[in-house]
């Protein structure tokens, strides 16, 4: 970069000080050829600069990749780039397990740089895919996971892209799509394409025969008014639909390398072969179209064309005589009409990209993590060593778990801080990244394709009238409307329910979790329930039904009072710890207690 700057600085001054020299001797053409000269090497230098500056700051964009990716291993949350996005109000399970903020799964999974990126792996973890779509992510992901050049270029060209990008890009890009996707304005006005395939040449040649000397200054006039009074009337729309195709072609054209990156690939999964085909990498499809680089390129020296307008000096001669508006008009219709239509299907493919390279990340950064078996087929959940994704390897206490068949739930007990919730919620985040085509946190992971629902989190409201309890009542039956409505082609629900029913008497509560449970059970899906309430499931027909399972805790009577092993263990528990935990907090008993 420094040396660039300082052959500029070179050149400047010798180009000053030679062409100073050659006019004080009198030979101004020779002066005035090298003024010519280095000003195209100037020119020259400023891109070879520009590109000197891309490359560098490439690189360190792929070593701060690299860095994230030690601190997404030790889950420092701190050293990672936040994910946008927040979680979509009454989703089944993104709330209660963790899907956005800070130490979330997208903020350890989020890898992407582009809007489409974060778009395609949001869709991926809110909405299950079938067992053969699983199948081909699955392919790409151990693929692209020993692909780290790849994965690295990648990342870098996203995060490029998104550099300097205006706040409201996808907004913009979807006004670009829309005109990319309407009809050509031209079309409507063929007179005027018309009079400037003839009226253009008729300029040139009266300007010519005028500095020739062979025709009067009217010969001259004529042409160039008619000229003036044709495009008076249009002109104005004219510049009307290239700020349309203008306004968000600044994000689109920023995808040109990245999706030159995508199309030189030469990763040979289904799902990226697949990739690769829709930006033009099949042989018979390039016969007849451009390749989507190749066809960003054009888009963006059309653009460069049409923004002659914003100078008037330039500008004015241009339309006038040459009718450049029009031309270029048409230029920029000739390529929608080529590819307006393809524009979104390649962005499309650069979400799925990215999208796999996150899930990609995820996979070389756990080589541990095995892909599950998403098997349509099976009628439980069955995990061995199953862990929660979001702790960092250390401190994840793994357990073997089986969750069905139907018309059984999976009871777990335990005392407060035991692991019962963090066991609920390990069991619904590997499920959400076995349904998006991702490695799980366990040994082994066999399931069938399920909808994951939750009832885990919920928040009382004073503006709509809602008191804890009916929130709770209200999250319980849209998890029981899941179990009773899968459809015929949907998957049988997979339910997560946390302490039934929090905010009541415990006589009511065990009554109305009891009845809950019920329904459920009557239903094709499988679930796992927690609770304190040890005589949650004494009711004769729920004891035959109910697979308990419990975390227990040991007294230390040394500082630090408790301690746990987060192992699960056959059978109800039998301890609590709820009056330690008072006396801990520096609460103990009062009087009278």
Not at 382 to 398: K, S, Y
Not at 424 to 434: E, I, M, W
Not at 553 to 569: C, I, K, N, P, T
Request: net charge negative.
């Amino acid at each position: 970069m420094r040396v660039y700057g300082r052959l500029r600085l070179a050149l400047f001054t010798a180009a000053i000080v030679s062409a100073w020299w050659l006019f004080a001797a009198g030979r101004d053409t020779a002066a005035w050829l090298l003024l010519a000269g280095a000003a195209v090497a100037f020119g020259i230098l400023v891109g070879r600069q520009r590109s000197a500056h891309r490359e560098m700051r490439r690189a360190e964009l792929m070593a701060d990749f690299n860095r994230e990716g030690v601190a997404r291993v030790a889950r420092q949350w701190d050293d990672l780039p936040p994910a946008p996005g927040a979680a979509p109000r009454d989703h089944d399970y993104a709330v209660d397990l963790d899907l956005y903020g800070h130490a979330s799964l997208l903020h350890l999974v989020g890898v992407c740089g582009t809007n489409p990126g974060w778009k395609t792996l949001q869709a991926w973890l809110l909405n299950g895919a079938d067992a053969d779509t699983v199948a081909l992510r699955q392919e790409a992901v151990r693929e692209m996971a020993g692909a780290l050049d790849f994965r690295d270029r990648l990342a870098a060209e996203s995060r490029l892209m998104a550099t300097g990008a205006s706040e409201d890009t996808d907004a913009s890009t979807e006004h670009f799509l829309r005109w990319a996707e309407s009809d050509p304005w031209l079309k409507g006005h063929r007179w005027l394409w018309m009079a400037s395939l003839v009226l253009a040449p008729v300029n040139l040649a009266a300007i010519t025969l005028y500095a020739l000397g062979t025709v009067p200054t009217p010969v001259l006039a004529w042409p160039l008014v008619i000229s003036a009074l044709v495009l008076g009337w249009k002109l104005k729309a004219i510049h009307g639909v290239f700020a349309e195709a203008d306004d968000g072609e600044s994000g689109v054209r920023r995808y040109g390398p990245l999706l030159e990156h995508l199309h030189g690939t030469t990763l040979q999964s289904r799902h990226a072969a697949s990739i690769r085909r829709r930006l033009g990498a099949d042989s018979e499809a390039a016969l007849h179209s451009r390749a989507a680089p190749e066809e960003i390129t054009v888009l963006r020296r059309l653009l460069d064309m049409a923004d002659v307008r914003r100078s008037p000096l330039f500008h004015l001669p241009l339309a006038l005589v040459l009718h450049w508006d029009v031309h270029v008009l048409a230029a920029l219709e000739r390529w929608k009409a080529r590819s307006g239509h393809r524009v979104r299907d390649w962005l499309d493919a650069v979400g799925e990209a990215e999208a796999l390279a996150a899930l990609s990340a995820l996979a070389a950064d756990h080589p541990d993590w095995p892909m599950p078996m998403l098997d349509p087929g099976a009628r439980t959940v069955r995990a061995r060593a199953l862990g929660h994704p979001l702790l960092a390897p250390d401190n994840c206490v793994r357990n073997d778990i089986e969750i069905g068949p139907a018309g059984s739930f999976l009871l777990v007990t335990g005392s407060n801080m035991s692991g019962k919730s963090t066991l609920l919620r390990a069991v619904g985040l590997n499920a959400v990244l076995a349904q998006a085509g991702a490695p799980v946190c366990a040994g082994e992971l066999r399931m069938p394709p399920l909808r994951v629902v939750t009832s885990m989190r919920f928040e009382d409201s004073l503006a709509d009238g809602v008191s804890f309890f009916m929130a709770g009542l209200q999250r319980l039956k849209m998890v029981v409307d899941a179990a009773q409505s899968p459809g015929s082609a949907a998957p049988r629900a997979l339910y997560l329910l946390d302490e039934i029913l929090q905010g009541t008497n415990s006589a009511e509560r065990r009554i109305a979790a009891r009845t809950v449970l019920r329904h459920l059970l009557e239903t094709d899906a499988i679930g796992a329930v927690t609770t304190h309430d040890l005589s949650l499931a004494d009711a004769e027909d729920l004891v035959a039904r109910a697979v308990a399972v419990h975390f227990t805790e040991s007294v230390d009577e040394g500082a630090d009072g408790l301690s746990f092993d987060y192992r699960l263990r056959e059978g109800i528990a039998t301890s609590t710890n709820a009056l330690k935990l008072l006396e801990m907090a520096g609460l103990g008993r009062g009087p009278g207690s």
